[in-house]
C-alpha cells in the first residue's frame, strides 16, 4: 500500500529530489463558532531549515528554524523578535515533517515498520489505513483503494492510542512530476478545526538563504 501510494504520487525518485517546497495560501481557522480568515507561506529547505508566515488581517507573524535554532518575530507598525524555546522548535519541526512529500518519505523509510490497521470509507471511497513509526510518533495515513493517493493523515496529539486528529487531503493537481493536495481540512477529535488552500506549489525554486538569518538583535 505504501509502495502504491508513493508511485501514485510522483514516485519516490521524485519525491527524494525534492529539497526545497513553497507552499502559499489562504487559511481558515475556526474557534468557538467563528470563522477567522488568513495568509500563509511555508518554506522548507532540508534538511533542517523551515520558516512560516501568517498574516491574520493586519498582523503579520513569522517564525523561523534553522537546525537547532528557531525565532518568532510579529511585524505590526515595529518587529518585535524572541527566540524560541524547545517547545516553539518542536512545534516547527513537526509542521515541518506534516506535509505529504515528507509524510510519504518517512512511511517508505527503513524503520518505518508500516503495518495494515484495516480499512475505512472516506468520502464514499474504501481506503486502507496504514500506521508507521514516523519522525517523532507512530502516524496513521488512509490511502484510496481504487487511485492510491494519500486522503487522509492522522495523528495521536498525546501518549495514548487515540487518534485525536484528522487531516483530509483533496483537490490533487500535479507539481513538478509530483501530485500534491492543494486543500486540507483538519479536525481534532471531530471538530472542524482549518482549512487550508493552497493557491501556489513551487518544487526545488531558487530560494535567497539570507531569509534564513536570524536578526541582527538575536545573531549572537
Not at 14 to 35: I, K, N, P, S
Not at 119 to 128: A, L
Not at 173 to 183: A, E, Q
Request: glycine content about 8%; some cysteine; charged content about 20%.
Amino acid at each position: 500500500a505504501i509502495a502504491a501510494a508513493v508511485a501514485a504520487h510522483g514516485g519516490a525518485k521524485a519525491l527524494q529530489a525534492v529539497h526545497t517546497l513553497v507552499l502559499e495560501g489562504d487559511e481558515y481557522v475556526y474557534r468557538d463558532g467563528r470563522e477567522i480568515p488568513a495568509e500563509f507561506s511555508h518554506l522548507r529547505v532540508d534538511p533542517d531549515s523551515f520558516a512560516t508566515a501568517n498574516k491574520v488581517f493586519k498582523l503579520e507573524s513569522r517564525q523561523v528554524m534553522v537546525g537547532r535554532r528557531g525565532w518568532s518575530m510579529i511585524l505590526t507598525d515595529s518587529v518585535v523578535t524572541a527566540p524560541l524555546d524547545s517547545a516553539g522548535l518542536m512545534a516547527l519541526r513537526v509542521i515541518f515533517h506534516s506535509d505529504l512529500v515528507h509524510e510519504l518519505r518517512a512511511a517508505s523509510a527503513p524503520g518505518a515498520s508500516p503495518a495494515l490497521r484495516g480499512t475505512e470509507t472516506i468520502d464514499g471511497h474504501p481506503c486502507d489505513l496504514v500506521d508507521f513509526t514516523g519522525p517523532f510518533t507512530r502516524e496513521r495515513i488512509a490511502i484510496d483503494s481504487s487511485t492510491h493517493r494519500v486522503v487522509a493523515i492522522d495523528g495521536l496529539l498525546g501518549a495514548g492510542p487515540t487518534w485525536h486528529e484528522r487531516r483530509l487531503l483533496t483537490d490533487f493537481r500535479p507539481v513538478n512530476g509530483l501530485l500534491l493536495p492543494f486543500s486540507e481540512d483538519r479536525a481534532v477529535d471531530g471538530q472542524r478545526n482549518s482549512h487550508v488552500i493552497t493557491r501556489s506549489a513551487s518544487v526545488n525554486p531558487h530560494v535567497d538563504m539570507h531569509l534564513f538569518s536570524p536578526p541582527l538583535d538575536l545573531a549572537r
